[in-house]
Nanobody, 121 residues
Framework: QVQLVESGGRLVQAGDSLTLSCAAS????????MGWFRQAPAKEREFVAA????????NYGDSVKGRFTISRDDAKNTLYLQMNSLKPEDTALYYC??????????????WGQGTQVTVSS
């Protein structure tokens, strides 16, 4: 059983940058694809970004392409999300998740509790 703990969320201004971290424990995540999702109030959960095993492949949601970068440090068992040019519509609770497989596209089977990002205009 893996535990995922997100951190780094805070209140920022539009145009700012922010890096989120997701620390995993209880299992080595290096063999799994990992992802970031977000959910804003009264909206459905939205896919943000994903990285396959060893970061060989990445994928991004249309709303964050070109602004966000997902990365992983398997030696630290940690996943990151670098967010640039933040917009008020990026305001949400951000979750990291572990995929059941190494490649993108499989089901996510473990989730963190989330970290809040708020972008003021």
């Amino acid at each position: 059983q893996v535990q995922l703990v997100e951190s780094g969320g805070r209140l920022v201004q539009a145009g700012d940058s922010l890096t989120l971290s997701c620390a995993a424990s209880g299992r080595n995540i290096s063999f799994y694809a990992m992802g970031w999702f977000r959910q804003a109030p009264a909206k459905e959960r939205e896919f943000v970004a994903a990285t396959s095993w060893r970061g060989l492949e990445t994928n991004y949601g249309d709303s964050v392409k070109g602004r966000f970068t997902i990365s992983r440090d398997d030696a630290k068992n940690t996943l990151y999300l670098q967010m640039n040019s933040l917009k008020p519509e990026d305001t949400a609770l951000y979750y990291c998740a572990k995929n059941s497989g190494a490649a993108l596209g499989a089901e996510y089977d473990s989730w963190g509790q989330g970290t809040q990002v708020t972008v003021s205009s």
